[in-house]
């Protein structure tokens, strides 16, 4: 049966790479299609940094003859992939969103970029982020602004902006992000998309550094949860390679995500200490809470946990001093200001405090299977909504987009943002579900569950239904 390229681009990373597999379609064919979108409609977006074309249609190629052999192919097989612009891809550039690394080439790729290729992805370019992923919107001075796919005039969030403005717009099937404090799950609140920080440990660090106590981890942004689900098993070598640390589950999080649970303790929380909440996203938020309650779990409504920008505030800026930038002239003020801060802190002071605050945030999660909140305290807001010649001030005006999602990265616990509302303005509404330690699998089950109930599959933006 022919198949239009709209009926293609219209599928699955999970559906395009069967038809890859069973031959009927090509990994080029694919990958030209993504191409020309990108040709065609990045250029307002600017999600891509660079474009890796003539070497993405040759692993196409290669992708194509292997699949004409008798031997397994992995779950991506052909299917093409962005790498956000903090990791390393061989032979490409590594800008991380700012001038001090403008030249920066990586001879390797990195361990997450390697679990991709073992996947079987072909990785078609590199994605824009915040720069050194400090802040919440992607707004980098070495390039134009990070723009949604559902209006431009609005930020597609950040640090894994291009991830989410590449996905919304069709310009990607399924993109790679990561998360220190909410960065794959406010681009994917902003965007429309599935966005998931998987638990501490489930993935290997990228750099290969120890991460037991690291914030950030790398996941997928997605169109729906099953191709989340497959892509966090090749992430975290349970289809590929071997597991990383978290205990392994008993089978594939792609099987575990299809079987519903019932009866859950579920806990919803509509305010937040640092941001005031949009009263459309709270109507999402209690949407969802009645969507559960039908399917059989018990849904409490909880005052906030307490917390604050300016606790939290010494643990972020001693991991962006941390970042090796040998020009720090070169940076923007707001990163600038965050790494000067954080050089002056001492690393065992600055993990008591991040003990301290998980702590905290785990007792109150206590009883729970589930955390239902916001995911960001409004949608998207405005390109430049941020800016001030006041790098302080800039960082607390943009901080309260991680008011819901920044705890998670303290305890590590797995945590997904659902785009399940759309904005009396046409902008995407995300919900964000936390889940026990270690425990992807309830998270990406009660994710199926809601696509099920409040389906989101027919929504697409403006960019991604142009021609």
């Known amino acids: 049966m022919a198949r239009t390229s709209t009926d293609l681009l219209s599928l699955t990373a999970l559906q395009q790479a069967a038809l890859v597999r069973t031959r009927e379609i090509s990994s080029e064919e694919l990958v030209r299609l993504y191409l020309a979108r ?34 397994p192919l992995p779950s991506f097989h052909g299917v093409p992939v962005g790498v956000k ?31 991709l290729r073992r996947a079987g992805f072909v990785i078609v370019g590199k994605l824009s982020t915040s720069e050194l992923g400090a802040m919440p919107v992607t707004e ?29 717009a069709n310009l990607l099937p399924i993109a790679q992000g990561s998360d220190g404090a909410g960065s794959i799950r406010i681009p994917a609140a902003f965007c429309g998309l599935y966005g998931l920080k998987p638990s501490r440990g489930r993935v290997a660090n990228a750099y290969g550094l120890r991460d037991d106590e690291i914030l ?11 191709d989340a689900a497959a892509m966090l098993d090749a992430m975290a070598g349970l289809s590929v390679g071997r597991p990383h640390t978290a205990p392994p589950p008993p089978r594939l999080f792609a099987e575990l995500a299809r079987q519903p649970p019932k009866g859950l303790r579920v806990r919803m929380v509509l305010a937040s200490p640092i941001s005031t ?38 643990i972020w800026q001693f991991i962006v001093g941390t970042a090796p930038v040998l020009w720090a002239s070169k940076l923007q003020p707001v990163t600038r200001w965050l790494a000067r801060e954080g050089r002056k802190l001492r690393g065992p002071e600055v993990l008591a405090l991040q003990h301290k605050l998980a702590a905290r945030h ?8 589930l955390v239902l909140s ?54 995407p509404i995300g919900v964000q579900l936390g889940g026990k330690p270690l425990d992807d699998a309830t998270v990406l089950a009660v994710s199926r569950q809601l696509e099920e109930a409040l389906p989101w599959a027919g929504r697409a933006s403006p960019v991604a239904r142009a021609a």
Request: proline share 10%; glycine share 8%.
């Open 38 to 71: 990108i040709e065609r409609h990045d250029q307002p977006l600017t999600s891509f940094v660079q474009v890796l074309g003539a070497r993405a249609l040759r692993a196409a190629r290669r992708k194509d003859r292997a699949a004409t052999r008798a031997d």
């Open 85 to 115: 612009d903090l990791n390393l891809v061989r032979g490409a550039f590594c800008r991380m969103g700012s001038r001090a690394f403008r030249w920066f080439w990586s001879p390797v790729d990195d361990k997450t970029v390697a679990q």
């Open 140 to 168: 980098p001075e070495i390039h134009p602004p990070t723009r949604n796919p559902w209006n431009t005039d609005h930020s597609s969030g950040g640090s894994s902006g291009g991830a989410g403005a590449a996905v919304a």
């Open 216 to 226: 950030y981890t790398d996941g997928p942004l997605t169109r729906d949860v099953a």
């Open 277 to 314: 909440v949009d009263p459309e996203v709270k109507d999402a938020v209690r949407r969802a809470a009645r969507a559960l309650e039908e399917l059989g779990h018990h849904v409490e409504e909880v005052d906030p946990p307490e917390g604050s920008i300016e606790e939290f505030l010494p």
């Open 362 to 369: 785990l007792e109150w999660c206590e009883g729970a299977d």
């Open 374 to 427: 916001p995911t960001t305290p409004a949608p998207a807001p405005r390109v430049g909504a941020f800016a001030s010649d006041d790098p302080v001030r800039t960082f607390f005006a943009a901080a309260p987009l991680g008011a819901f999602t920044a705890p998670f990265n303290l305890t590590g616990q797995p945590a997904a943002s659902l785009p399940l509302a759309m904005s009396s303005q046409g902008l």
